[in-house]
T-cell receptor, first 115, second 114 residues
Framework: AQSVTQLDSHVSVSEGTPVLLRCNYS??????LFWYVQHPNKGLQLLLK??????LVKGINGFEAEFKKSETSFHLTKPSAHMSDAAEYFC?????????????FGSGTRLLVRP | EPEVTQTPSHQVTQMGQEVILRCVPI?????FYWYRQILGQKVEFLVS????????KSEIFDDQFSVERPDGSNFTLKIRSTKLEDSAMYFC????????????FGPGTRLTVT
């Protein structure tokens, strides 16, 4: 079965400093992995996805993530945080073809950006 | 840009009442999903729908829940007799196909059962 673990429930950074949100996954086969963002009182927006192509994936708003099979990790990074990045971030794995492609969510990391 | 829409944005109902949550997926998409997020908890899968039938459902999706795609555009989630523990944000999502694996989410319906 697929699962993801987000290692930090809260991350606080100063504006202009780097962001690192950590995620580890468990999968019995090569996974499809995603990061979604949820701003307050908004829906879920896809930031980026990994589906077995390039291991370094670039997403929207300057975010990127690197798939590391040896470490079973898919950490999300951004070189310089902006106030508008404050939100909840979810690491997500797809259940795959055998599981109707349902998404399995991590517990989320709340990113706080200090001025 | 095409988007998934959901109505209503907020629904308040009394315990034991039936509710129908409505979703309009992106028009050429083939796979449809409902997820829910209880306040302070993670997003959980409820049900997937493809080719006019349920393809998978979670343990949460018991006999009180049903889904329909009545007219080729709407996708509805019905809860027959609501319980207090059904209070949550319900998200609809759609996916075009299995090449991109991208699911697009609606803004959600906040269901409050009193």
């Amino acid at each position: 079965a697929q699962s993801v673990t987000q290692l930090d429930s809260h991350v606080s950074v100063s504006e202009g400093t780097p962001v690192l949100l950590r995620c580890n996954y468990s999968s019995s086969y090569s996974p499809s992995l995603f990061w979604y963002v949820q701003h307050p009182n908004k829906g879920l927006q896809l930031l980026l996805k990994y589906t077995s192509a390039a291991t370094l994936v670039k997403g929207i708003n300057g975010f990127e993530a690197e798939f590391k099979k040896s470490e079973t990790s898919f950490h999300l990074t951004k070189p310089s945080a902006h106030m508008s990045d404050a939100a909840e971030y979810f690491c997500v794995v797809s259940g795959g073809m055998d599981s109707s492609y349902k998404l399995i969510f991590g517990s989320g990391t709340r990113l706080l950006v200090r001025p | 840009e095409p988007e998934v829409t959901q109505t209503p944005s907020h629904q308040v109902t009394q315990m034991g009442q039936e509710v129908i949550l409505r979703c309009v997926p992106i028009s050429n998409h083939l796979y449809f999903y409902w997820y829910r997020q209880i306040l302070g908890q993670k997003v959980e899968f409820l049900v997937s729908f493809y080719n006019n039938e349920i393809s998978e459902k979670s343990e949460i999706f018991d006999d009180q829940f049903s889904v329909e795609r009545p007219d080729g555009s709407n996708f509805t989630l019905k809860i027959r007799s609501t319980k207090l523990e059904d209070s949550a944000m319900y998200f609809c999502a759609s996916m075009g196909g299995v090449i991109s694996y991208e699911q697009y989410f609606g803004p959600g319906t906040r269901l409050t059962v009193t």
